[in-house]
Nanobody, 114 residues
Framework: QVQLVESGGGLVQPGGSLGLSCAASGGVFSPATLGWYRQSPGKEREWVTSTGPYGRTMYADSVKGRFTIYRDNAKNTVSLQMNSLRPEDTDVYYC????????WGRGTQVAVYS
């Protein structure tokens, strides 16, 4: 059973930066697709970014150029660096591991307020 634990997040002013990290255990890491999603209350979970087993990265248009995903296969971690944050980036962010099935972390809150 894959377990994911997110860390980071918090409160930041618009234009600021935050970093999120996700540590994985219980699964084979390097061949998995790893990603970040976000969700607001009452809304569907939204895909933000992902990185495949060969390092290919993809980003939602809303975060392209501002967010960067990193994976460290030696440490079984995936990180998300978020720059130029906007109030609309306020959400709970979830780490996702996909290999044969989807596994999710419990989420970490990001709040962007003046």
């Amino acid at each position: 059973q894959v377990q994911l634990v997110e860390s980071g997040g918090g409160l930041v002013q618009p234009g600021g930066s935050l970093g999120l990290s996700c540590a994985a255990s219980g699964g084979v890491f390097s061949p998995a697709t790893l990603g970040w999603y976000r969700q607001s209350p009452g809304k569907e979970r939204e895909w933000v970014t992902s990185t495949g087993p060969y390092g290919r990265t993809m980003y939602a248009d809303s975060v392209k150029g501002r967010f960067t995903i990193y994976r460290d296969n030696a440490k079984n971690t995936v990180s998300l660096q978020m720059n130029s944050l906007r109030p609309e980036d306020t959400d709970v962010y979830y780490c996702c591991y996909r290999r044969h099935a989807h596994y999710w972390g419990r989420g970490t809150q990001v709040a962007v307020y003046s």
